[in-house]
């Protein structure tokens, strides 16, 4: 026991020793280490990398082994910021070793932070290929997606493998889409399947959202669809955004087919219509599917040429029977009035070709109306008018208007200048208005229309100004033009034409009353013609008169002048002043008198002035007439007037000089004449004894004889009246024989007591019969006392 | 108080359980055996912590030790024969290790270069009677003896470096 206790003390104390012996273990210290090693690397002996951790170091090819190491556990990618985390080494010297890798290497490449290997981007690409089997289809944005890789490196690696690992096809259009056969193949199919199947236009979304197809694809296939004339139809409409629409054959077959049969039937197509249709440009459409038509294209409707045809043989018929049509009776039911009216100056576009003399007419835009026809309707007016015109013309309602229109006149030319050139305008708008009606046709009923309502306006706005103008018109017959005389209503025309029997079918109101609206111008016209006409011829007559009285009154104007002028000279025979103004009152109180009404009378006359002709002028209707007599007449015919109250021949002389003169009676006054002067004596003193002879009156017989002897004694006139008698008789005494003075003297006071004695019987047939004794003595005084100053 | 690092590695070596002396015949085989394997597991923590300072070995009896210890100053090894001899009262008194080389040289030493030990040494001994074997004595006495001790001699002049080829 001893013995194995001994053996085993002498194999520790072996052991011991072994232990003692073996070596131990070299140990530095980790302040050492670093010590040694920057030591190491500051000598450039090493190159290592430092650990984020700054416990180790890498050297740089180990760094390279590792992180390749790692690539291949991650399966060939690996995020370079994961290898920092992994190998616990700075981003920078990662990066630079990854790099170095890449170039190294070609089967590594460093994308987007990552580096990858050749097996990863196989295993991509047979994945890819997979998922292309799968779907039919990738796009590259969708592997972008799926890998997280930068879509050209993907576009490199697919592009790369296409027919290797990946077995399809890129789209041409598309570089970033890949696609199999088997997949366009069965879009195709689906795509053909559809656009057979459809029976309407159909748009492209519709069409895409049901099968399921890539627009884009579908726009190739339909490509080479149509190119193999696999479909049945066509695409409209721009390729992108689904706007396009496919319209099978089938469709636009029946289209056209429904198009074709409808104008063969019926020989236009309607709009609306075609748009039931589905056409949308039908315009376009009209001109496409009927290149070789002559359509008309109105605004709802086109019009085929057997329309036409029909209206323009009903308008040509129309034209060569001088009558009425109505086209519209002739025309589908649809067509409305305003189409007829296209049709209708389409029409007569081409009939005024053919006939150019034949002036046609439209009204109601639907009836063709020949000039003929409505001559013939306004034949019946001409009796009409000129029953009217006479009417009117002797009611003086022509007189007035055409008055009325000067007065009109005048004022605006008084009145501002914006006025007068009013009233021009108005003229002319007048003749405007009347002229485009000659020509006829609905344009002519355009400018009527609208002149008349700018008329009415007008007459609103200037109603301030004129307001006696509109009082003055009132009294005329018109109400609606001021200025015109309406010979012929509308109501009235309209009368006269339902009563044609040309006319007489129903719904024919309309119509009517537009042939009455065109015939009211030109039929006032010729209604004012005719009424001037008449007038002219009344006036023809009274012209020629007014002219005679013109001449006449210039005479007897003449000769009241002289005789006022010699009567003066009488006048101033007298030496007492008395008497001599006494005398002269009484002259300008009667010849003067006269001479200035006439000269009034005839101013009235001239410018159509109202007042009673019947009576004598009293000095208010002169001043009246004054009033309203043209300006530049004023102030002579003011002063004549006024001077008829002064007391002197003279200034009234001149007075009747100006006022005669020319501007405002445009008489001549001749010249005093000496040679003139006698015969008038000599027929003053003959009116003077003719009138003795013939009066019985013993009053008058004195008077005359008195007068007469006066003109024997002093070669003058004298205007006096019987009061003057006894004046004239003292006046003469001294030239007379005593015996003739007594005769004359008693003569006389036995008129005085003829005069003064009232009613006694006695004494007044005493007297009467003195007298009736002494008037043969009295007017042989007279009579001889010519004589005798003749013989003297 | 041992400093400690001496205390760390102290508390590395196994603790000795049978109290025999040399004259305690299959008693002091076991007690031998622990020695051993106390000085076993003492040097290979010493290599281990690359602080081999020390060779040992003994008699076939194992009464008499004997080997070499060595210091590094100064990038200097400086080595000295070991020697003792286990008492007749061991474990209860401490095996006085002797650096004959050194005799004289240092006023911490008795006759005949036994090292002069701290005068906690004995006591702590004392204390661990028979826990403590020479592996302790070698790792509380030598070990910071030569620690103090050398530095001041080389220092001093009273040894120099030899040229040795061994260690």
Same mark, same amino acid.
């Given at each position: 026991?001893?013995?194995?206790?001994?053996?085993?003390?002498?194999?520790?104390?072996?052991?011991?020793?072994?232990?003692?012996?073996?070596?131990?273990?070299?140990?530095?210290?980790?302040?050492?280490?670093?010590?040694?090693? !920057?030591?190491?690397?500051?000598?450039?002996?090493?190159?290592?990398?430092?650990?984020?951790?700054?416990?180790?170091?890498?050297?740089?090819?180990?760094?390279?082994?590792?992180? %390749?190491?790692?690539?291949?556990? $991650?399966?060939?990618?690996?995020?370079?910021?994961?290898?920092?985390?992994?190998?616990?080494? #700075?981003?920078?010297?990662?990066?630079?070793?990854?790099?170095?890798?890449?170039?190294?290497?070609?089967?590594?490449?460093?994308?987007?932070?990552?580096?990858?290997?050749?097996?990863?981007?196989?295993?991509?690409?047979?994945?890819?290929?997979?998922?292309?089997?799968?779907?039919?289809?990738?796009?590259?944005?969708?592997?972008?997606?799926?890998?997280?890789?930068?879509?050209?490196?993907?576009?490199?690696?697919?592009?790369?493998?296409?027919?290797?690992?990946?077995?399809?096809?890129?789209?041409?259009?598309?570089?970033?889409?890949?696609?199999?056969?088997?997949?366009? @193949?069965?879009?195709?199919?689906?795509?053909?399947?559809?656009?057979?199947?459809?029976?309407?236009?159909?748009?492209?979304?519709?069409?895409?959202?049901?099968?399921?197809?890539?627009?884009?694809?579908?726009?190739? +296939?339909?490509?080479?669809?149509?190119?193999?004339?696999?479909?049945?139809?066509?695409?409209?409409?721009?390729?992108?955004?689904?706007?396009?629409?496919? +319209?099978? @054959?089938?469709?636009?077959?029946?289209? *056209?087919?429904?198009?074709?049969?409808?104008?063969?039937?019926?020989?236009?197509?309607?709009?609306?219509?075609?748009?039931?249709?589905?056409?949308?440009?039908?315009?376009?459409?009209?001109?496409?599917?009927?290149?070789?038509?002559?359509?008309?294209?109105?605004?709802?409707?086109?019009?085929?040429?057997?329309?036409?045809?029909?209206?323009?043989?009903?308008?040509?018929?129309? +034209? @060569?029977?001088?009558?009425?049509?109505?086209?519209?009776?002739?025309?589908?039911?649809?067509?409305?009035?305003?189409?007829?009216?296209?049709?209708?100056?389409?029409?007569?576009?081409?009939?005024?070709?053919?006939?150019?003399?034949?002036?046609?007419?439209?009204?109601?835009?639907?009836?063709?109306?020949?000039?003929?026809?409505?001559?013939?309707? !306004?034949?019946?007016?001409?009796?009409?008018?000129?029953?009217?015109?006479?009417?009117?013309?002797?009611?003086?309602?022509?007189?007035?208007?055409?008055?009325?229109?000067?007065?009109?006149?005048?004022?605006?030319?008084?009145?501002?200048?914006?006025?007068?050139?009013?009233?021009? %305008? %108005?003229?002319?708008?007048?003749?405007?208005?009347?002229?485009?009606?000659?020509?006829?046709?609905?344009?002519?009923?355009?400018?009527?229309?609208?002149?008349?309502?700018?008329?009415?306006?007008?007459?609103?706005?200037?109603?301030?100004? #004129?307001?006696?103008?509109?009082?003055?018109?009132?009294?005329?017959?018109?109400?609606?033009?001021?200025?015109?005389?309406?010979?012929?209503?509308?109501?009235?025309?309209?009368?006269?034409?339902?009563?044609?029997?040309?006319?007489?079918?129903?719904?024919?109101?309309?119509?009517?009353?537009?042939?009455?609206?065109?015939?009211?111008?030109?039929?006032?016209?010729?209604?004012?013609?005719?009424?001037?006409?008449?007038?002219?011829?009344?006036?023809?007559?009274?012209?020629?008169?007014?002219?005679?009285?013109?001449?006449?009154?210039?005479?007897?104007?003449?000769?009241?002048?002289? *005789?006022?002028?010699?009567?003066?000279?009488?006048?101033?025979?007298?030496?007492?002043?008395?008497?001599?103004?006494?005398?002269?009152?009484?002259?300008?109180?009667?010849?003067?008198?006269?001479?200035?009404? #006439?000269?009034?009378?005839?101013?009235?006359?001239?410018?159509?002035?109202?007042?009673?002709?019947?009576?004598?002028?009293?000095?208010?209707?002169?001043?009246?007439?004054?009033?309203?007599?043209?300006?530049?007449?004023?102030?002579?015919?003011?002063?004549? $007037?006024?001077?008829?109250?002064?007391?002197?021949?003279?200034?009234?002389?001149?007075?009747?000089?100006?006022?005669?003169?020319?501007?405002?009676?445009?008489?001549?006054?001749?010249?005093?004449?000496?040679?003139?002067?006698?015969?008038?004596?000599?027929?003053?003193?003959?009116?003077?004894?003719?009138?003795?002879?013939?009066?019985? #009156?013993?009053?008058?017989?004195?008077?005359?004889?008195?007068?007469?002897?006066?003109?024997?004694?002093?070669?003058?006139?004298? $205007?006096?009246?019987?009061?003057?008698?006894?004046?004239?008789?003292?006046?003469?005494?001294?030239?007379?024989?005593?015996?003739?003075?007594?005769?004359?003297?008693?003569?006389?006071?036995?008129?005085?007591?003829?005069?003064?004695?009232?009613?006694?019987?006695?004494?007044?047939?005493? +007297?009467?019969? @003195?007298?009736?004794?002494?008037?043969?003595?009295?007017?042989?005084?007279?009579?001889?006392?010519?004589?005798?100053?003749?013989?003297? | &108080?041992?400093?400690?690092?001496?205390?760390?590695?102290?508390?590395?070596?196994?603790?000795?359980?049978?109290?025999?002396?040399?004259?305690?015949?299959?008693?002091?085989?076991?007690?031998?055996?622990?020695?051993?394997?106390?000085?076993?597991?003492?040097?290979?923590?010493?290599?281990?912590?690359?602080?081999?300072?020390?060779?040992?070995?003994?008699?076939?009896?194992?009464?008499?030790?004997?080997?070499?210890?060595? =210091?590094?100053?100064?990038?200097?090894?400086?080595?000295?024969?070991?020697?003792?001899?286990?008492?007749?009262? =061991?474990?209860?008194?401490?095996?006085?290790?002797?650096?004959?080389?050194?005799?004289?040289?240092?006023?911490?030493?008795?006759?005949?270069?036994?090292?002069?030990?701290?005068?906690?040494?004995?006591?702590?001994?004392?204390?661990?009677?028979?826990?403590?074997?020479?592996?302790?004595? &070698?790792?509380?006495?030598?070990?910071?003896?030569?620690?103090?001790?050398?530095?001041?001699?080389?220092?001093?002049?009273?040894?120099?470096?030899?040229?040795?080829?061994?260690?």
């Amino acid at each position: 026991m001893t013995a194995v206790e001994w053996d085993e003390v002498k194999r520790l104390a072996a052991d011991f020793q072994r232990a003692q012996l073996s070596s131990t273990v070299q140990r530095l210290s980790e302040r050492n280490c670093v010590e040694i090693i !920057t030591k190491l690397l500051d000598l450039k002996l090493l190159d290592v990398v430092f650990t984020t951790d700054g416990k180790e170091y890498v050297t740089p090819q180990q760094l390279t082994r590792e992180i %390749r190491d790692e690539l291949y556990v $991650h399966g060939g990618r690996i995020n370079l910021v994961e290898l920092v985390k992994l190998l616990s080494v #700075d981003l920078n010297q990662i990066a630079a070793r990854a790099a170095e890798i890449e170039r190294a290497d070609q089967n590594c490449s460093l994308v987007l932070g990552q580096l990858i290997d050749k097996t990863y981007v196989n295993r991509i690409a047979e994945e890819i290929n997979e998922r292309l089997l799968q779907q039919g289809q990738v796009t590259i944005g969708d592997l972008t997606r799926h890998y997280d890789l930068p879509s050209d490196f993907l576009q490199m690696v697919v592009e790369k493998q296409l027919g290797k690992i990946i077995h399809g096809k890129q789209d041409k259009t598309d570089p970033q889409v890949f696609f199999t056969e088997s997949y366009v @193949a069965r879009n195709r199919a689906c795509i053909r399947g559809a656009l057979a199947a459809a029976l309407r236009p159909i748009s492209v979304a519709t069409l895409l959202s049901q099968c399921g197809v890539e627009e884009r694809l579908f726009y190739s +296939i339909i490509g080479k669809l149509m190119e193999t004339k696999q479909v049945p139809g066509v695409i409209t409409g721009k390729q992108q955004g689904g706007s396009s629409m496919y +319209i099978p @054959a089938i469709y636009s077959k029946s289209q *056209n087919d429904w198009v074709n049969s409808f104008y063969k039937q019926n020989g236009y197509l309607e709009y609306d219509a075609l748009m039931r249709l589905g056409i949308v440009d039908h315009q376009l459409f009209v001109h496409k599917h009927f290149p070789n038509e002559k359509l008309l294209l109105l605004p709802s409707f086109a019009v085929g040429p057997q329309i036409i045809d029909q209206v323009e043989a009903a308008v040509e018929e129309a +034209i @060569a029977t001088g009558s009425m049509v109505d086209i519209m009776p002739l025309l589908p039911s649809l067509f409305e009035p305003q189409d007829a009216g296209e049709i209708l100056t389409e029409v007569l576009k081409n009939t005024k070709i053919k006939s150019p003399s034949q002036n046609m007419h439209i009204f109601c835009s639907t009836m063709v109306l020949t000039e003929q026809f409505i001559q013939k309707l !306004t034949k019946p007016f001409d009796a009409i008018i000129q029953k009217k015109a006479e009417e009117v013309v002797s009611s003086g309602a022509y007189l007035l208007a055409q008055a009325e229109s000067k007065l009109q006149n005048n004022r605006n030319l008084i009145e501002q200048y914006e006025p007068n050139t009013k009233g021009d %305008r %108005r003229e002319e708008r007048r003749k405007k208005a009347t002229g485009g009606k000659g020509g006829g046709g609905t344009q002519g009923r355009e400018t009527r229309t609208k002149s008349t309502k700018k008329k009415y306006l007008r007459g609103k706005a200037t109603a301030g100004d #004129d307001s006696d103008e509109e009082t003055t018109s009132a009294t005329g017959k018109t109400s609606g033009s001021s200025h015109k005389l309406e010979m012929l209503s509308i109501a009235e025309i309209k009368e006269v034409l339902a009563e044609d029997e040309t006319l007489q079918e129903e719904d024919l109101g309309e119509l009517i009353a537009e042939i009455a609206n065109h015939l009211y111008p030109s039929l006032n016209k010729s209604g004012l013609a005719a009424a001037e006409t008449v007038f002219e011829s009344t006036m023809a007559s009274s012209a020629q008169s007014r002219r005679k009285t013109h001449s006449d009154l210039q005479d007897k104007l003449n000769a009241m002048f002289v *005789n006022v002028r010699l009567f003066e000279k009488g006048i101033k025979q007298f030496a007492d002043k008395d008497i001599q103004q006494q005398l002269v009152k009484y002259l300008l109180k009667t010849l003067c008198t006269e001479i200035t009404n #006439d000269v009034f009378s005839y101013i009235a006359q001239e410018n159509m002035f109202q007042y009673d002709q019947t009576k004598e002028l009293s000095p208010e209707i002169r001043l009246k007439i004054l009033n309203d007599s043209p300006n530049e007449c004023k102030e002579p015919l003011l002063k004549l $007037h006024k001077s008829l109250n002064t007391s002197s021949i003279e200034e009234f002389l001149n007075c009747v000089e100006a006022a005669l003169g020319p501007g405002v009676c445009d008489m001549i006054l001749r010249k005093p004449d000496k040679k003139k002067e006698r015969p008038q004596l000599l027929g003053h003193r003959q009116a003077l004894l003719e009138q003795l002879t013939s009066s019985e #009156d013993p009053a008058l017989v004195l008077h005359l004889t008195a007068l007469i002897l006066f003109q024997a004694m002093t070669q003058t006139m004298l $205007h006096a009246s019987g009061r003057f008698v006894s004046n004239i008789l003292t006046y003469l005494q001294p030239h007379l024989t005593a015996e003739v003075f007594n005769t004359l003297q008693r003569y006389h006071d036995l008129v005085l007591k003829l005069l003064t004695t009232g009613s006694d019987d006695d004494s007044r047939s005493q +007297i009467v019969n @003195a007298l009736k004794e002494g008037m043969p003595a009295i007017k042989e005084i007279a009579t001889s006392f010519k004589k005798h100053s003749s013989t003297e | &108080m041992v400093d400690e690092a001496t205390k760390k590695s102290l508390t590395c070596i196994p603790v000795l359980k049978t109290k025999a002396g040399p004259r305690d015949k299959d008693l002091w085989v076991q007690r031998l055996k622990e020695e051993y394997q106390a000085l076993i597991q003492y040097v290979q923590n010493n290599k281990g912590a690359d602080n081999d300072w020390f060779r040992l070995e003994s008699n076939k009896e194992g009464t008499r030790w004997f080997g070499k210890c060595w =210091y590094i100053h100064n990038l200097l090894k400086y080595e000295f024969d070991i020697e003792f001899d286990i008492p007749v009262t =061991y474990p209860a008194t401490a095996p006085e290790i002797a650096l004959p080389e050194l005799d004289g040289k240092t006023a911490k030493m008795y006759r005949g270069g036994k090292i002069c030990l701290t005068d906690h040494f004995k006591p702590l001994w004392a204390r661990n009677v028979p826990k403590f074997g020479i592996a302790h004595a &070698m790792a509380l006495g030598l070990g910071p003896w030569l620690a103090v001790e050398i530095p001041d001699m080389i220092e001093k002049g009273v040894i120099s470096y030899k040229e040795k080829t061994e260690g």
